[in-house]
């Protein structure tokens, strides 16, 4: 399982076994068209079967979160460090045509700005944080007051949703 369209999130990391049950999220999956405004607030919803009696069905109260406005976690994250100081790179994914890009170039952007959050240290906690809106790079962070195993983490931000998912590396310094 591969976890594309930024569903990598939801993988446990483990290889599944043979005859392992799956769910296949495909193209009869129909997002739900919300406007901004409603992310957030509760909607009551049902489902049922072809041929069920609605009146038989209970709603579920469920607050949607607008994930399909969330960056996806940028891919390729690499580290370096020489004498006290970090470089950090990666490559940028898109929610937006991602697979359609053709001239070469990096795939579009999807978002109104490019900014990405970059964390050293435990989630919750770091020790670090750095906003940076260069494309695909951090160059010269001071680490030097950093020591032992550190978990990296690079999310991309945006406008309508805020940080996505990260990126993650261990890095010991």
């Not at 290889?15 to 769910?23: E, K, S």
């Not at 940028?74 to 100081?85: D, E, I, R, V």
């Not at 435990?122 to 695909?136: F, I, K, M, N, S």
């Amino acid at each position: 399982m591969r976890g594309q369209l930024g569903t990598e999130w939801a993988r446990s990391g483990e290889d599944l076994t043979a005859g392992a049950r799956v769910v296949l999220l495909d193209s009869a999956v129909i997002p739900v068209d919300m406007q901004a405004q409603e992310i957030g607030r509760p909607f009551y919803w049902r489902a049922l079967p072809s041929g069920k009696d609605p009146a038989e069905v209970t709603g579920q109260l469920h607050n949607f979160q607008g994930v399909g406005r969330r960056p996806f976690s940028p891919s390729h994250q690499k580290a370096a460090l020489a004498g006290g100081l970090l470089s950090l790179s990666w490559i940028r994914r898109t929610r937006i045509e991602g697979d359609a890009w053709t001239d070469g170039e990096d795939v579009p952007l999807g978002e109104a700005f490019e900014r990405y959050r970059v964390e050293i240290g435990p989630e919750g906690a770091p020790l670090v944080t750095q906003t940076v809106d260069d494309a695909t790079s951090l160059t010269g962070l001071d680490v030097s007051a950093l020591s032992g195993s550190q978990e990296i983490r690079v999310a991309q931000v945006s406008e309508t949703y805020g940080p996505g998912i990260p990126a993650r590396l261990v890095l010991t310094f």
